[in-house]
């Protein structure tokens, strides 16, 4: 008993060595996000960013978002990908298909879409970017739709179908992927 005690305590240590913590740009509200807390980091390896092996005839930079795993991949090359937890869109609102990131924004302003707002009209119209924007730290814009890999201001909904069909990821896993992903990669939403 003793042994698999120690065997998980071993584990838990190599899950936390294995943890990336980005440091935070030099926005003002990045403060706000400073990196994962250790009990987050010990608790929660299902949210943990990884390195995985990822086969696949991928060009590395692609991103690919499995819907079904509520994972997304960033191919690196070499049968290699960062795995990052999603949240995706509920059932109805998710969609697929292959796209382009165009567009990119920093602690982005948030204005709710028509539809959005006939299910829920108490919600503003319009919100400045910050720390309660539900886009949170970052966006990805995805072709010429209204659909965006994000962060959150409501990081416990990560691993679940609740968003109205955008990805949303931890604020400081969007800020690792917005860092890695330039303008014009390709995205394939599965």
Not at 3 to 19: D, H, P, Q, W, Y
Not at 43 to 61: H, M
């Amino acid at each position: 008993m003793f042994a698999r005690f120690l065997a998980g305590g071993a584990c838990a240590v190599g899950l936390l060595a294995s943890v990336c913590v980005t440091p935070a740009a030099a926005h003002p509200y990045d403060q706000y996000i400073r990196g994962r807390s250790f009990f987050g980091a010990l608790f929660g390896p299902s949210i943990a960013r990884t390195l995985v092996s990822y086969p696949g005839n991928y060009k590395p930079g692609t991103v690919v978002v499995s819907t079904a795993q509520r994972r997304l991949y960033l191919v690196l090359g070499n049968g290699q990908a960062l795995s990052y937890a999603i949240g995706v869109g509920h059932a109805g609102a998710a969609g697929s298909g292959v796209t382009q990131v165009t567009a990119k924004r920093e602690w982005p302003d948030w204005t709710p879409p028509e539809q959005m707002l006939h299910r829920k009209p108490d919600l503003p119209r319009h919100m400045a970017g910050g720390p309660d924007n539900p886009l949170g730290a970052r966006a990805i814009y995805l072709g010429a739709s209204l659909y965006r890999i994000h962060g959150s201001n409501e990081p416990d909904t990560i691993g679940q179908a609740v968003s109205s069909g955008c990805i949303r990821l931890t604020n400081e896993d969007v800020i690792d992927l917005y860092n890695r992903v330039p303008i014009g990669a390709t995205v394939i939403v599965q």
